[in-house]
C-alpha cells in the first residue's frame, strides 16, 4: 500500500473506529506486567487515528507514550488533537511522530518496554518489498526494545502461520523471537462510531 493511498481517508476526516478500550483490554490480559502500567515505555506504530494511546493512559499506562505512523495527514490531526499531552513534565504523555517505519525506527536501542503493532504488519506485507521491509521493522522492533523483557504486541489480520514465520528464523538470532504466544480474537460488530 502506498502512502497516498493510506493518507486518503484520514484526509476525509474518517472516524476512528470505536474498538480501542477493547483492544487496550487485550493487552492487559495478553501482556505481562512488566514494568508496572505507570512505567511502562509504549510505542504504537502505525497509529493511524486510532485513540488507542489515550485509551491506554487513561487506564493507567501512564509511562511515556509514542505514537508513530507515516501519514503527515493523520499525524497532523491526532497533534492537534491530544496536544495537551504534550507538555514536558505532564503525568500522561504521549507523543505522535511522522516516520516511515521502512526507513527504521528513529529511536536508540532500549528505548521501549512494550510495542503496539495493530494493523501495519498487514499493510507492509501489501507494500512492494513486502518481504525485506518486514524483516527490517522485526529487526527494529528487536533493536528498540528493552532487552530481556520487551514485548511486541502485534495484531493482525493473517493466519499465524503467515506472520509468525517473520518472527522465528532459528539460523537467526535476530529474528527469533522468544514466548510467541497467539490468540484468536473473534470478529467484533463492525459498527463505527459517529
Ligand atoms: C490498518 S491501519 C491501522 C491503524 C491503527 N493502528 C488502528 O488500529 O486503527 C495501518 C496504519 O499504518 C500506517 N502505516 C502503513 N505503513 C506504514 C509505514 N511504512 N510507516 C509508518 N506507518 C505506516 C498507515 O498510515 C495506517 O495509519
Known amino acids: 500500500m502506498t502512502l497516498e493511498f493510506l493518507n486518503s481517508p484520514y484526509k476525509g476526516m474518517c472516524t476512528p473506529q470505536n474498538r480501542s478500550s477493547e483492544d487496550v483490554a487485550l493487552v492487559e490480559t495478553y501482556v505481562p506486567s512488566f514494568p508496572r502500567r505507570e512505567q511502562c515505555r509504549v510505542l504504537i506504530l502505525g497509529s493511524g487515528n486510532s485513540p488507542f494511546g489515550e485509551d491506554m493512559m487513561n487506564d493507567g499506562w501512564t509511562g511515556e507514550i509514542i505514537n508513530v505512523d ?3 495527514v493523520v499525524i497532523d490531526q491526532m497533534q492537534r488533537k491530544y496536544k ?5 513534565g505532564n503525568q500522561m504523555r504521549m507523543e505522535f ?7 527504521g525506527l528513529p529511536f ?5 518496554d512494550l510495542i503496539i503493532c495493530k494493523g501495519v504488519f498487514d ?4 507494500s512492494s518489498g513486502s518481504v525485506n ?3 527490517k521493522f522485526v529487526a527494529e522492533c528487536d533493536r528498540v526494545l528493552a532487552s530481556g523483557h520487551g514485548c511486541l504486541f502485534l495484531v493482525t ?4 502461520d503467515n506472520r509468525v514465520v517473520f518472527l522465528e528464523h532459528e ?5 527469533f523471537w522468544e514466548g510467541i504466544w497467539i490468540e484468536r480474537i473473534p470478529k467484533r460488530n463492525k459498527t463505527v462510531s459517529q
Not at 84 to 88: A, D, H, I, N, T
Not at 97 to 103: E, K, R, V
Not at 123 to 126: A, D, F, M, P
Open 70 to 72: 507515516f501519514s503527515p
Open 97 to 103: 511522530l511522522c516516520a516511515d517505519i521502512n526507513d
Open 108 to 112: 536508540s536501542e532500549n528505548s521501549f
Open 84 to 88: 495537551k499531552y504534550e507538555k514536558e
Open 133 to 135: 521491509h518486514i524483516k
Open 171 to 175: 539460523n537467526d538470532p535476530t529474528y
Open 123 to 126: 499493510s507492509i506485507l501489501c
Open 157 to 160: 489480520h493473517g493466519s499465524p
